[in-house]
């Protein structure tokens, strides 16, 4: 059986990924989704991280841009655009989870949850058994924390560019799921993808999740 690495390009996953290569373990695929949306100092980091290891990691994407989900893709009601992903149309994590699922099936994939999420984020592998995949959780095994995975990747040169210094977590830097002060910190420190935000937000046909965020109205 194929063992597949799931890398999101975070901390986590980038520390199991060093680890289990360090480790010597079999690494037969290094997968990572890409919706486009990611920060540039993200995209830096798979590029940093592909010479480092000097293997090259798989690009997925999804069967449309972010752009056609959010404002284009014609609902059954006739509406055009899911908007804002939210709690009961996560249209984003589906639509990753499909196309991974596909790529995956007949594989073990190492997903990179530290030791805090032991209780709490597994429950995805009953998902993927129905897909014919097999999950498995490297850092669990190991019982490395999230502090003990971002101190790993520093000693081995990996820094984002400096993001872990703003977000406690890295996704797409509009990602709705985010706590409210890093919309706060998205506007300080990251003004031009900001405005992105505050120009999607208004062709939205769905409010945003987080009442709390408020946007600004560009002409």
Same mark, same amino acid.
């Given at each position: ?75 059954? @009601?006739?509406?055009?655009? =899911? ?5 009961? #149309?996560? !249209? &984003?994590?589906?639509? /990753?989870c499909d196309v991974m699922d ?22 995805s592998n009953r998902r993927m ?29 990996? @820094?984002?560019?400096?993001? =872990? ?5 890295? #996704?797409? !830097? &509009?990602?709705?799921? /985010? ?41």
């Amino acid at each position: 059986m194929r063992q597949v690495v799931s890398l999101s390009g975070g901390k986590d996953s980038t520390a199991m990924l060093l680890l289990m290569l360090e480790r010597g373990e079999p690494v037969d695929d290094i997968v990572f989704f890409d919706w486009g949306m990611e920060f540039p100092e993200m995209y830096e980091h798979l590029d940093k991280l592909e010479r480092y290891i000097e293997r090259p990691i798989t690009r997925l994407y999804p069967r449309q841009t972010w752009n056609w989900w959010m404002f284009e893709r014609e609902k059954r @009601d006739g509406q055009l655009g =899911y908007g804002w992903p939210g709690a009961r #149309s996560r !249209w &984003c994590n589906g639509e /990753k989870c499909d196309v991974m699922d596909r790529h995956h099936r007949g594989a073990t994939v190492c997903i990179g949850y530290s030791y805090e999420e032991r209780f709490t984020r597994t429950r995805s592998n009953r998902r993927m058994r129905t897909s014919g995949i097999t999950a498995r959780f490297p850092l669990l095994e190991w019982g490395v924390s999230e502090i003990e995975a971002l101190k790993y990747c520093k000693a081995h040169g990996f @820094d984002w560019g400096g993001l =872990y210094k703003h977000f406690s977590r890295v #996704s797409c !830097w &509009c990602c709705p799921f /985010k706590r409210t002060r890093d919309y706060e910190t998205l506007r300080r420190e990251f003004p031009g993808l900001w405005q992105r935000m505050c120009d999607m937000n208004v062709r939205s046909p769905w409010p945003f999740p987080n009442e709390k965020v408020k946007f600004e109205v560009t002409a």
